[in-house]
């Protein structure tokens, strides 16, 4: 009987949820936080208020793509450096103004990260068909996705419904956000911070089989790394050579390497296979292979041996980070143009 009782409230609510949608295109909103808190984020969000959404992102993906493959690995990070900071609320997007200190400026984001332009771009032609609608919080997480499909890796059924925010966090970007010199600790404490455990911590990591970074977030492994002025020894000899020669002591900061220099373009688990060679580009990478604890190596391992498993466990934990704190319901608003608040 409770049974029943469940099952009939739901589909009046999905049958008002519907009426409205088509009543008030934009007016749709989430249960998140009125009781039905599970019903926060969910695939079909815009299923009536824009359904060609996703369509607009993959067109508009699908060419800057085309143009410049590493775009898919910046438009990946851009969803993770969101979601880290308030959660996935679009705060990264904001530029400076009298209300707003941006978090381009963080430690982690100045001179490296990018694909705000693609974003916009985005963000205009869904205005076109669908004003006010589909969020830049949305946005981020459909242009991720779609990013990780279009270099090769997995897709998902990605909830949606999230808003975005009127405020942004430099500190917390600064804070939350973790460094390429982590330890496996500190990678550790600072997803358990967002609700991820080790296993989310290691698939997650996977997203650097794809993009690049700088010769600044790996050269104190190369001259430096324990306060000793010796290289770090878990890094393989010939790549360390290689990666001299990108790297000097002095100076080449924005030199980039590849985090994958066997498929800097290719989503694949060749990302695990180079770092149980010793050649993962950074100290986060290669201390998920330290051993204490040891469940993160199993892990590398395991996604090393079978691709299938890595990329299932990277789709379950881009829903989980995804998820990460929205705005839903009332709170937040839908920006026009996600660099300001509306
Ligand atoms: C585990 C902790 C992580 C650390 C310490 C870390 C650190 C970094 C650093 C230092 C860079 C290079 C930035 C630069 O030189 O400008 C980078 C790039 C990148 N990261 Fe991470 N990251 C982490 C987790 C993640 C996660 C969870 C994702 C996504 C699922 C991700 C996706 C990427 C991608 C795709 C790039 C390449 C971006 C590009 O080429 O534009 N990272 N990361
Ligand atoms: C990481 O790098 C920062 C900035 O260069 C430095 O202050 C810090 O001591 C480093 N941490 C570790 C664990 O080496």
Redesign the pocket.
């Known amino acids: 009987m409770e049974f029943f009782k469940v099952t009939l409230s739901l589909l009046v609510i999905a049958f008002l949820s519907a009426n409205l949608s088509v009543a008030h295109p934009g007016f749709n909103v989430g249960w998140g936080g009125n009781g039905f808190g599970s019903f926060g984020l969910f695939p079909e969000f815009y299923q009536f208020s824009c359904p060609q959404a996703n369509d607009i992102v993959m067109s508009v993906l699908e060419k800057a793509i085309a143009k410049e493959p590493?775009m898919a690995?910046?438009l990946?990070?851009l969803h993770?450096h969101d979601c880290f900071v308030q959660g996935c609320d679009a705060s990264v997007l904001l530029d400076d103004s009298s209300t707003v200190v941006s978090e381009k400026k963080s430690l982690p984001n100045r001179?490296?990260i990018?694909g705000f332009e693609v974003i916009d771009e985005i963000k205009v032609k869904l205005e076109e068909s669908c004003p006010q609608t589909v969020s830049c919080a949305d946005i981020l997480a459909l242009a991720a996705r779609g990013s990780t499909v279009l270099s090769g890796g997995p897709n998902w059924q990605l909830p949606l419904g999230r808003r975005d925010s009127e405020t942004a966090s430099l500190s917390t970007s600064n804070n939350n956000i973790?460094?390429?010199n982590?330890t496996l600790q500190n990678?550790l404490t600072l997803f358990k911070r967002q609700g991820l455990n080790e296993v989310d911590?290691v698939a997650?990591?996977g997203?650097?089989t794809?993009?690049?970074?700088?010769c600044t977030?790996f050269k104190q492994r190369l001259y430096n790394q324990n306060g000793n002025n010796q290289p770090d020894a878990t890094l393989d000899k010939t790549y360390y050579y290689g990666l001299k020669s990108v790297c000097p002591r002095s100076g080449g900061d924005n030199n980039i390497s590849p985090?994958d220099f066997a498929s800097p373009a290719r989503f694949d688990n060749t990302y695990f296979k180079l770092i149980l060679w010793g050649k993962g580009l950074?100290t986060?990478d290669q201390v998920l292979f330290t051993g204490s604890p040891r469940t993160t190596m199993e892990l590398v391992k395991r996604y090393a041996e079978d691709e299938g498993l890595f990329f299932n466990q990277f789709a379950n934990s881009?829903i989980k980070m995804g998820n990460i704190s929205p705005l839903t319901g009332f709170k937040g608003e839908v920006r026009k143009n996600c660099r300001r608040v509306n």
């Open positions: 590493r690995a910046s990946l990070r993770f001179n490296s990018r973790p460094p390429p982590s990678l911590l997650l990591s997203g650097h794809i993009g690049v970074a700088r977030t985090l950074l986060s881009m």
